[in-house]
């Protein structure tokens, strides 16, 4: 490489990470009280920032490695964890539901593994029911179990008859952890430390059974009810936790509710080793990644054109490429992750929030085309 090149690719660092930490200082002056940033786009040290609000240092100094409940992007562990015991030959994606769970899922006998893992089952998603408001807030001490989750769900009338649809629905996780105990045996905290975690050295990835945290952790926050804003529902108005500066810390809230849809907690830094591991076939053979792979188009209300979902992962083709991403949303914590085909390229961002401004929604979208753009085919 010349020194032309060199030069070049060394502007071009300098401009990202200039690019980047501006947007995440324009978001926390748009109200978001933390923003970490980290980009590994294969060539160098990676990227990583965080800024943080000066009300919040209080509570803590926020770091670029920090500990996160990664939400929804517990689905992509999920999914691994499956296709794992598929090349096991001790599930197949074909199974019904029933097999596993056998009167616990509405229409089980027509939902297989597969429609569960791409959202194409049918099922009510749980988190819509009124019920679980208080679990979703910290209100609730109950620890909801994946039965009683499927019980309610129940209840509900089915959106689609299975396979002639899609929506996201965390109830399709829920029972996908129930299938994942039921054929091992083991708990959902045991597999992703002796499947997932162990294997990889990730030290500071985890199934949480609770609200105690492993590490340096960052603190989530919502605002408080008087400043939440006036479109949030009555019933998810309201959080627990310690109160100060318009917001509450959540940081110490278990969402009860919570299980093999949203439970893992992760790094920045633990989540680019686990895409770099997944892409690149060390978790799964090949047969079974090609599953992963394999989309159906997001045609839910609301989705934008272009996302499609495989197992426990999605895609979209963006202006700059075709990236493989998820993101998660639990209460004081949002998180993106985003990779290329191939594992080498990885980014990630946390809000230390889930409710954004408007203007800071807009501002968060300009960092989630950057970070695409870091990492794209």
């Given at each position: 490489?010349?020194?032309r ?11 990202t990470?200039?690019h980047?930490?501006?947007l ?9 009280p ?6 590994d786009?294969g ?10 609000a000066?009300w919040?240092r ?11 409940r ?8 999920m999914?691994t ?11 197949a994606?074909?199974?019904p ?16 593994l597969?429609m ?8 009510f ?7 679980l408001?208080p ?10 179990t ?20 899609w929506?996201y ?17 083991r708990?959902?905290?045991a597999?992703?430390r002796?499947?997932i ?11 949480a059974t ?6 340096r ?7 408080d ?7 949030v529902p009555?019933e998810?108005?309201?959080?627990a936790?310690p109160q100060?500066d318009?917001?509450?810390?959540v ?21 680019s080793?686990?895409?770099g591991?997944l892409m690149?076939g060390r ?17 839910g209300?609301?989705?934008?054109d ?10 979209e ?7 493989w ?5 639990v209460?004081g ?18 809000f ?11 501002t ?6 950057a ?7």
């Amino acid at each position: 490489m010349g020194l032309r090149t060199v030069s070049a690719v060394r502007r071009d660092g300098d401009a990202t990470r200039a690019h980047l930490r501006a947007l995440a200082r324009e978001l926390v002056d748009e109200g978001v009280p933390g923003v970490i940033v980290r980009v590994d786009d294969g060539h160098g040290r990676p990227v990583e920032i965080s800024e943080q609000a000066a009300w919040t240092r209080k509570d803590h100094r926020l770091g670029a490695d920090d500990e996160v409940r990664e939400a929804s992007n517990t689905k992509t562990v999920m999914a691994t964890l499956v296709l794992q015991l598929v090349a096991e030959h001790r599930l197949a994606l074909t199974d019904p539901v029933d097999k596993w769970l056998p009167g616990q899922v509405r229409n089980g006998g027509a939902i297989t593994l597969r429609m569960l893992l791409n959202h194409t089952s049918g099922l009510f998603d749980y988190t819509e029911d009124p019920a679980l408001a208080p679990a979703l807030t910290g209100q609730d001490p109950h620890v909801w179990t994946s039965r009683e989750i499927l019980h309610l769900v129940s209840g509900h009338p089915a959106l689609f008859e299975p396979g002639t649809g899609w929506s996201y629905s965390n109830t399709n996780y829920i029972a996908i952890g129930a299938v994942l105990e039921k054929a091992t045996g083991r708990s959902l905290a045991a597999l992703v430390r002796d499947r997932i975690a162990a294997p990889l050295g990730l030290r500071h990835t985890y199934y949480a059974t609770g609200s105690a945290w492993h590490g340096r952790h960052a603190h989530g926050y919502e605002p408080d009810a008087a400043h939440m804003p006036p479109e949030v529902p009555e019933e998810l108005r309201t959080y627990a936790g310690p109160q100060h500066d318009d917001h509450v810390d959540v940081t110490g809230d278990y969402v009860t509710a919570d299980g093999a849809d949203a439970a893992v907690v992760s790094t920045a830094g633990d989540w680019s080793r686990f895409y770099g591991a997944l892409m690149s076939g060390r978790l799964l053979p090949a047969a079974q990644l090609a599953e992963m792979r394999t989309t159906v188009p997001e045609d839910g209300p609301g989705d934008p054109d272009g996302l499609r979902y495989g197992l426990g992962i999605e895609t979209e083709t963006t202006d700059c490429g075709t990236v493989w991403d998820h993101v998660g949303i639990v209460p004081g914590y949002a998180t993106y992750n985003v990779t290329d085909s191939t594992g080498r390229r990885t980014a990630s961002f946390f809000f230390a929030t889930s409710t954004l401004t408007r203007q800071a929604h807009q501002t968060g979208a300009a960092l989630m085309d950057a970070v695409n753009c870091a990492v794209a085919d």
